[in-house]
Each structure stands twice: as structure tokens, then as C-alpha cells.
């Protein structure tokens, strides 16, 4: 009956030294890190004093953003499945990456573009596994934290804000739009202001202008203002005019009549000479001599008659 109750107490003793071995299981950067908002950060989870290499290693990474609330980012199952939890899903894209160095001893968590929503404590479980009788069955355990905290860059003013409203692509359209949308109108105001001033002054070239030199306060036409038309009535009238005018003196005879300059012989240029050139220098001589002499008899008679005056 004793022997039964020793090995019963030492059975115990053993069973119960076996489950209260812990893993060691460290976390750096820690146990406090800072990193800069918009930067990535690698945390590497140390798991050593393994009871023997054949066991397999479960793996889990929690996020704690208080105490109270806890969120399963990634876990390493027994063939080294990778299952990210729903806090890793919710965001749009992947933002959490876990990766094994070493065999059963490093496991390494990539945070990608940390933001101030990432800040709080990270916690990495090892759990040793067993199998005993066909059964898995926990040997030991192991826990290791840290803490992250972001720091956020503050805003330089009024650059910042400008560079943000740019970077809407919707934004940057409509106001390219709506700068074309002015430089039409701006172009089209200032064609219709060239246009009505052209027109103006093309009215104002038929106005009747005041002549400033007549005294009697006579309206004449300037000469770009009289139309075609009027240089048509003008040219109708002129015989009328001629015949109420009074009849001008006739002119004063010279006391010498004006001796015509011998016409000077113009240079031609030698050509093939022709039947019709002759004939054509003939009868230039006749109209020549005939003008000379009827120019002459007038001569005389206009002398005979101041004599006889």
C-alpha cells in the first residue's frame, strides 16, 4: 500500500513538474519601442529551452490596444500554416507579414506604414506540443510582450494643407477645368470688345463731320465718308453745273508764241528691217510735216491780226 502511494506522489510530481517548465520567450524591440508614424517595424519573437526538438511549436501573435481588448493578428499551426486573424482582414491592404528564421526558434512580425490606430501592446504565446497516446497534448508555455508607441510628425502649416488638396485627383481636374472655363470666357469678352469697336469705327467713318474752316457752318463729307453712289450724282451734275457757270474769258495770247521743242529722236533698237517698219516711219514723216505747217499758217495769222488790231 506505501509502495503504491510513492509512486502515485512521484507520478504526480513529474506530470506536474512537466506542465510548470515554461518556455523562454522574448520579444524585441523591447519592452518599450517607439517608431515614427508612416515607418515599418520588424518585432522578432526568441523562443528557447525547448524540451526536445521533435515537439511542435504553436505560434500566436495578440494585440492588446487596452488591456481589456484583445485581437488575434497571425497564427502558426502544427504543419506551420499561416492563418491571419480578423483583425489583420479588415484592412484594405496587407499589413501584417510573419516569417520563420530559424527552425523553431525566431519568428519574426512585419508591421507595414504603422499609424497611430497600431499603437498599444503586442503579445507573442509559444505553446510546446505532444503527442502522448495519439493525443496532442500541451507541455509547455511561454509569453513574451512589448509595447509600441508612434510618434506622430507634426504638420508644418499651411504647405501641408495646400499639398492634401492636391493630391485629390477630382480636385486637380476641376480646377484645371475651371481655369480653362475662364481663359475662354476672358478670350471670348475680348474678341466682342475688338469686334464692337471695329463696327464703331466704321459707323463713325459715314458720319458727317463739321468742317472747322468754313464760317458759314457748311456740312461737308469727308472723302472716306462719300459713297460710291454720290461720286456716281456728282459725275451726272458736273455738265449741268458747267452750263449755269458763267462763260469764262478766253484766254490771254502769249506776245510771243511758244516755240515747240524739236521732238528728240528716241533710240531704237536695232531690228530686222521690214517692210511695215518703212512704211510706218512714212507716214510718221507726212503727219510730222503736215502738223509744222498748219502750226505755222496759225502762227501767221494770229501775228496778221495783232498787227491789224
Known amino acids: 500500500m506505501k509502495l503504491s502511494t510513492v509512486a502515485i506522489v512521484l507520478l504526480t510530481r513529474a506530470f506536474i513538474g512537466e506542465l510548470s517548465e515554461a518556455l523562454n520567450v522574448t520579444v524585441t524591440p523591447g519592452p518599450v519601442s517607439m517608431c515614427m508614424e508612416g515607418d515599418n517595424i520588424t518585432l522578432s519573437c526568441l523562443v528557447s529551452q525547448r524540451k526536445r526538438s521533435s515537439h511542435v511549436l504553436v505560434l500566436r501573435w495578440l494585440y492588446f490596444p487596452t488591456p481589456e481588448d484583445e485581437h488575434l493578428v497571425v497564427r502558426m499551426g502544427m504543419k506551420k500554416s499561416k492563418y491571419y486573424g480578423n483583425y489583420s482582414k479588415h484592412f484594405p491592404q496587407s499589413k501584417f507579414h510573419l516569417w520563420e528564421e530559424m527552425d523553431g526558434q525566431i519568428y519574426h512580425l512585419l508591421i507595414l506604414n504603422v499609424s497611430l490606430e497600431d499603437r498599444g501592446n503586442y503579445t507573442c504565446k509559444v505553446q510546446e ?13 511561454g509569453t513574451g510582450s512589448m509595447e509600441l508607441r508612434v510618434h506622430r510628425i507634426p504638420s508644418t502649416g499651411k504647405a501641408d494643407v495646400i499639398w492634401r488638396m492636391f493630391e485629390d ?14 481663359c475662354m470666357l476672358v478670350f471670348a469678352m475680348t474678341i466682342t470688345c475688338q469686334h464692337l469697336q471695329h463696327k464703331r469705327r466704321l459707323r463713325a467713318n459715314y458720319y458727317l463731320v ?3 474752316e468754313n464760317s458759314s457752318g457748311e456740312t461737308v463729307t ?11 450724282k456728282e459725275r451726272r451734275h458736273k455738265p449741268q453745273l458747267r452750263d449755269i457757270t458763267e462763260q469764262l474769258p478766253p484766254p490771254q495770247i502769249p506776245a510771243k508764241a511758244p516755240v515747240p521743242r524739236k521732238p528728240r529722236r528716241t533710240k531704237l533698237l536695232k531690228a530686222r528691217p521690214t517692210k511695215m517698219v518703212g512704211m510706218l516711219t512714212l507716214i510718221e514723216l507726212i503727219l510730222h510735216k503736215s502738223i509744222i505747217f498748219f502750226h505755222n499758217k496759225a502762227l501767221k495769222r494770229l501775228s496778221d491780226a495783232d498787227r491789224v488790231s
Do not use: D, Q
Not at 506540443?129 to 508555455?141: G, T, V, Y
Not at 485627383?169 to 475662364?182: D, K, T
Open 129 to 141: 506540443i505532444r503527442k502522448h497516446r495519439n493525443k496532442w497534448r500541451a507541455s509547455s508555455n
Open 169 to 182: 485627383l477630382y480636385l486637380c481636374a476641376v480646377l484645371i477645368c475651371s481655369i480653362g472655363l475662364v
Open 210 to 212: 463739321k468742317c472747322p
Open 222 to 232: 469727308s472723302v472716306s465718308s462719300s459713297s460710291p453712289a454720290m461720286h456716281r
